[in-house]
């Protein structure tokens, strides 16, 4: 049973233009959602967080939104760019004693086009 | 800061050998740690966290074992790998209280 879904596995946008990543989930008991940046043969890079009690969260050219009665998030990137080419995964964590295990997607590759 | 180190960067193994991948985080102490894999197609699945040393979890039964017999070293190990352990292996950290994990650069082990 897969808790967090990124339904498009590609997305390709021109240089300039908004990028919208989309992610759904179906835990309600997830209260921290992350986005991280993956290029390839490379780790993942952290790159925004949003809290369950907050809706929006900006930083920069990335904006993340949560709506928390549809269980979706999306992240904005605005504008593209051709550095942002990389594979994005948003993750999920349900706070629990001791550890705070994420629990991915499986990843939308963004292609940004000069 | 913190780093974290992955060793070694890229492993071709024969089925039936065994395996052992290392990690380390410098700049910090008493970081929780996780070991992911990235199959091929797929997202990032988790295999084992540690939240101190000699304390071990597991999320997926299978021929993976790990040890972390320092506070900041994390072992991934096998007696035996199967093809199905070929994959790009991830160790991560987070610091007590965060929510953010901090990843290393990966070993890509391809079995034969």
């Known amino acids: 049973d897969q808790q967090v879904k990124q339904n498009s596995p590609s997305l390709s946008v021109q240089e300039g233009r908004i990028s919208i990543l989309n992610c759904d989930y179906t835990?309600?008991?997830?209260?921290?959602f992350l986005w991280y940046k993956k290029y390839p043969a490379e780790g993942p890079t952290f790159l925004i967080s949003?809290?369950?009690?907050?809706d929006k969260n900006e930083d920069g050219r990335f904006t993340v939104f949560l709506n928390k009665s549809a269980k979706h998030l999306s992240l904005h990137i605005v504008p593209s760019q051709p550095g942002d080419s990389a594979v994005y995964f948003c993750?999920?964590?349900?706070?629990?004693?001791?550890?705070?295990?994420?629990?991915f997607g499986k990843g939308t590759k963004l292609s940004v086009i000069p | 800061s913190q780093t974290i180190h992955q060793w070694p960067a890229t492993l071709v193994q024969p089925v039936g050998s065994p395996l052992s991948l290392e990690c380390t985080v410098e700049?910090?102490?008493?970081?929780?740690l996780y070991w992911y894999r990235q199959a091929a197609g797929r997202g990032l699945q988790l295999l084992f966290y540690?939240?101190?040393?000699?304390?071990i979890s597991s999320e997926v039964p299978q021929n993976l074992s790990a040890s972390r017999p320092q506070d900041r070293q994390f072992i991934l190990s096998s007696k035996k790998l199967l093809l199905s352990d070929s994959g790009f292996y991830l160790c991560?950290?987070?610091?007590?209280?965060?929510?953010?994990?901090?990843f290393g650069p990966g070993t890509r082990l391809t079995v034969t």
């Open positions: 991560a950290w987070d610091g007590t209280g965060g929510y953010e994990q901090y």
């Open positions: 835990n309600s008991m997830f209260d921290y």
């Open positions: 949003i809290s369950s009690i907050k």
């Open positions: 993750a999920a964590s349900a706070s629990g004693a001791g550890s705070y295990q994420l629990t």
């Open positions: 700049g910090t102490s008493n970081p929780n």
């Open positions: 540690s939240v101190g040393i000699g304390q």
